[in-house]
């Protein structure tokens, strides 16, 4: 399976300030994806990052709180903006394996809002 | 509304025996199930997929798949103490390749 980091791997912000996450894979992919997981929550899907196209968001999430770039085969970033205390979360990033549909992920970015 | 239902758990098993977690889903589309074990402050970890009913052995694992009933679950077999964590059973959308939706998880404590 693929090598994926992510940075930071932890943060403390301020409440209306925002956040970029960053995840690298050690080979291409064509789809990443953006998962949440809430304190004691399970994961949910944020959205699919496409290269070279616009992310595709899931009921729930918009472009303006979560803007996301993926400008080549290895690299993605998610931005959590104007973040409030509810926004405090683990993000990460996931990549598919060879089978297509299993999603391997990356360590995770902490995410703490004040 | 899609779900993905596991009973949370805590889920204690004696060292040496079986755990055996269950897992239902409502999207009759879905083909590909997956069990990941999340330990604690880590992020999940892929342990077991199968796509076709009937049942699929790892190691120490064993997944069983039953799609007329949406049922999917997960047997642990000599559970140690380093199997205890957080199990989570997630299902492909099935009108959406490549994502997937996340059951709440079973904690599993592994006493000695």
């Known amino acids: 399976s693929a090598v994926i980091s992510q940075k930071p791997s932890r943060d403390i912000c301020q409440r209306g300030t925002s956040l970029t996450i960053q995840c690298q894979v050690d080979?291409?992919?064509?789809?990443m994806f953006w998962y949440r997981q809430q304190p004691g929550q399970s994961l949910t899907l944020i959205a699919t990052?496409?290269?070279?196209?616009?992310?595709?968001?899931e009921s729930g999430f918009v472009i303006d709180k979560f803007p996301i770039s993926r400008p080549n085969l290895t690299f993605s970033t998610l931005t959590v903006s104007n973040m409030s205390p509810e926004d405090s979360s683990i993000y990460l990033c996931?990549?598919?394996?060879?089978?297509?549909?299993?999603?391997?992920f990356g360590p995770g970015t902490r995410l703490t809002v004040l | 509304q899609k779900e993905v239902e596991q009973n949370s758990g805590p889920l204690s098993v004696p060292e040496g025996a079986i755990a055996s977690l269950n897992c239902t889903y409502s999207?009759?589309?879905?083909?590909?199930f997956f069990w990941y074990r999340q330990y604690s402050g880590k992020s999940p970890e892929l342990i077991m997929s199968?796509?076709?009913?009937g049942d699929k052995e790892d190691g120490r694992f064993t997944a069983q798949l039953n799609k007329a009933s949406q049922y999917v679950s997960l047997l642990i077999r000599d559970s140690q103490p380093s199997d205890s964590a957080t199990y989570l059973c997630?299902?492909?959308?099935?009108?959406?390749?490549?994502?997937?939706?996340f059951g709440a998880g079973t904690q599993v404590v592994v006493t000695p």
């Open positions: 996931s990549v598919p394996g060879q089978g297509g549909n299993e999603q391997f």
């Open positions: 080979s291409q992919v064509t789809m």
């Open positions: 990052a496409n290269q070279g196209s616009e992310a595709t968001y």
């Open positions: 999207d009759r589309g879905s083909q590909s």
């Open positions: 199968i796509y076709s009913n």
């Open positions: 997630a299902v492909n959308l099935g009108d959406s390749w490549g994502k997937l939706q």
